[in-house]
T-cell receptor
Framework: DAGVIQSPRHEVTEMGQEVTLRCKPI?????LFWYRQTMMRGLELLIY????????DSGMPEDRFSAKMPNASFSTLKIQPSEPRDSAVYFC??????????FGQGTRLTVV | KQEVTQIPAALSVPEGENLVLNCSFTDSAIYNLQWFRQDPGKGLTSLLLIQSSQREQTSGRLNASLDKSSGRSTLYIAASQPGDSATYLCAVTSGTYKYIFGTGTRLKVLA
């Protein structure tokens, strides 16, 4: 397996634009997590899914953020409209219950 | 609400020293705890996973211990090397299988 795959690796967009981040988890993993990492706040859990169903989205900062997992092999995190304070590195991770989690390489988002 | 804290926030040691990194969590009802390292500008690499029923796990020069009742885990690094320089993060799984990270310890090993 190629591991958790995130795209794009880097994204630069203008304030107000829609941004979509993508994640392909490891096959067979039933949990998928989205995190945001900044210098000030560290790694924050935004939302996580179990068997494609959102379990806890209490970390999603605002209604501008939304996440979907239409099937076991794909998830998206969307920001609409984007703002400069959304600039961060966004990580996706997947795991099978009881086993270690594996992280993607992250998407570095810059909103100007 | 589970909160995870790591002390110290930063650590600088000479090469060859043995060192201990600490991780504390407020809710002892965890399923497991995982240690990661993160190099600058990179993703997270898994180091060790300890299940709630275990007391420790070892991998090479790394040894992680878990004291669930007191809400603590330690990562012991033996004979540190400059290549060990990175940020070390712990994460606990608790509640509805929520996965919460600590604040991290930035380690620098001086040659």
């Amino acid at each position: 397996d190629a591991g958790v795959i995130q795209s794009p690796r880097h994204e630069v967009t203008e304030m107000g634009q829609e941004v979509t981040l993508r994640c392909k988890p490891i096959s067979g993993h039933d949990y998928l997590f989205w995190y945001r990492q900044t210098m000030m706040r560290g790694l924050e859990l935004l939302i996580y899914f179990n068997n494609n169903v959102p379990i806890d989205d209490s970390g999603m900062p605002e209604d501008r953020f939304s996440a979907k997992m239409p099937n076991a092999s794909f998830s998206t995190l969307k920001i609409q409209p984007s703002e400069p304070r959304d600039s961060a590195v966004y990580f996706c991770a997947s795991r099978a219950r009881g086993f270690e989690a594996f992280f993607g390489q992250g998407t570095r988002l810059t909103v100007v | 609400k589970q909160e995870v804290t790591q002390i110290p926030a930063a650590l600088s040691v000479p090469e060859g020293e043995n060192l201990v990194l600490n991780c504390s969590f407020t809710d002892s009802a965890i399923y497991n705890l995982q240690w990661f390292r993160q190099d600058p500008g990179k993703g997270l690499t898994s180091l060790l996973l300890i299940q709630s029923s275990q007391r420790e796990q070892t991998s090479g020069r790394l040894n992680a211990s878990l004291d669930k009742s007191s809400g603590r885990s330690t990562l012991y690094i033996a004979a540190s090397q400059p290549g060990d320089s990175a940020t070390y993060l712990c994460a606990v799984t608790s509640g509805t299988y929520k996965y919460i990270f600590g604040t991290g310890t930035r380690l620098k090993v001086l040659a």
